[in-house]
């Protein structure tokens, strides 16, 4: 079986700070997106690639860069992260865009 | 903007009851719907999905109805277990255009013993 590893687990960032966030996966998936969850609260299309050479703004792109380096990985900064940020950036992947993501399990940010 | 509404934000069924939940969408051009639960501090897990050509998708305990003409489609849970207490996400893609998978806030459903 396949997985989706994503590093770091935990980041804790400076206000200002560009930090980025990255995403592997060895299932040979053409499509990756990352989302952003804040807490209690549902999954917002931050980028996307829909194949390797591929990038897609989503709707909360404002603030994030994103890169598709090679078809196993996606990775994403945030350009400067804002003072008390708390969220979840979960990456995922699907073979194609005809089926349903699956998940990593996140990177937890925390911004002092 | 597209848009996948969800409801209710909460809900609490008995053990042994079904538990349904609301989606609707605006966008008629999504073709693809699938479900996803979430534990808490785990990530969203594929549960089911259904495409506009059915009605209706079953596995297990778990039941799709869908309405293309009201644009709704809900998740039907039978026998309503503790350990299917977790927040249910409904999603939609446009797979001929955009692409962009969206979805609902989530119903954070509770199952009583």
């Known amino acids: 079986g396949g997985i989706i590893t994503q590093t770091p687990k935990f980041l804790i960032g400076q206000e200002g700070q560009k930090l980025t966030l990255k995403c592997q996966q060895n299932f040979n998936h053409d499509t990756m997106y990352w989302y952003r969850q804040d807490s209690g609260k549902g999954l917002r299309l931050i980028y996307y690639s829909i194949t390797e050479n591929d990038l897609q703004k989503g709707d909360l792109s404002e603030g994030y860069d994103a890169s598709r380096e090679k078809k196993s990985s996606f990775s994403l900064t945030v350009t400067s992260a804002q003072k008390n940020e708390m969220a979840v950036f979960l990456c995922?992947?699907?073979?194609?865009?005809?089926?349903?993501?699956?998940f990593g399990e996140g990177t937890r940010l925390s911004v002092l | 903007q597209q848009q996948v509404r969800q409801s209710p934000q909460s809900l609490t069924v008995w053990e042994g009851e079904t538990a349904i939940l609301n989606c609707s969408y605006e966008d008629s051009t999504f073709d693809y719907f699938p479900w996803y639960h979430q534990f808490p501090g785990e990530s969203p897990a594929l549960l089911i999905a259904?495409?506009?050509?059915?009605n209706k998708k079953e596995d297990g305990r778990f039941t799709i109805f869908f309405n293309k003409r009201e644009k709704k489609f809900s998740l039907h849970i039978a026998d309503s277990q503790p350990g299917d207490s977790a927040t249910y996400f409904c999603?939609?893609?446009?797979?001929?255009?955009?692409?962009?998978?969206?979805f609902g806030e989530g119903t954070k459903l509770t199952v009583s013993s």
């Open positions: 999603a939609a893609i446009d797979q001929g255009g955009s692409a962009k998978l969206i």
């Open positions: 995922a992947s699907s073979i194609d865009i005809n089926q349903a993501p699956l």
């Open positions: 259904i495409r506009p050509v059915s």
